[in-house]
């Protein structure tokens, strides 16, 4: 199973992931199961913005139907083809979906090359929260 894994927030542990997959690849010692698809977004808004209800329908309905066209995508989600294709552009350059040539009469089919999406959202509730604080009363 091909799974994409999003997350928000903790931008120094993505970053620290990074270099250590740079360093182990560099090292030539990455095997199998070090290749994940992560896709890492600042903020809850930034996901919230990118990843719409109307949007996860549409990788959702591409993913079970395998459309061949944009226009079959469109159909499936019962919206127009000019704002599916708006959306398919904006989730190729996500990463979430592919546009592949190739459908009939030469069109541009969408694909979903995961079977999954598991999100994993830092959302803090206080900023700098010292874990030993006590917080103030209201005598």
């Known amino acids: 199973m091909t799974t994409l894994h999003i997350t928000v927030g903790d931008r120094a ?3 620290e992931d990074t270099l250590q997959f740079i360093q182990s690849a560099e090292a030539d010692e990455l095997d199998k199961s070090d290749e994940r698809a992560v896709l890492q977004f600042g903020t809850y808004d930034d996901l919230v913005d990118s990843l719409t209800p109307l949007r996860l329908d549409l990788i959702q309905a591409i993913a079970k139907e ?3 066209s944009m226009r079959e995508a469109a159909r499936l989600v019962d919206r127009d083809v000019s704002d599916v294709h708006a959306d398919l552009k904006q989730l190729e350059v996500l990463g979430i979906l592919e546009l592949k040539e190739g459908g009939p009469g030469g ?14 959202i830092d959302y803090p509730l206080l900023d700098d929260v010292d874990v030993d604080s006590t917080p ?4």
Do not use: C, G, T
């Open 66 to 68: 395998r459309p061949s």
């Open 13 to 15: 542990q993505l970053r």
């Open 136 to 139: 103030a009363s209201a005598d």
């Open 107 to 120: 069109a541009i089919r969408p694909v979903v090359p995961f079977d999954k999406i598991e999100m994993h």
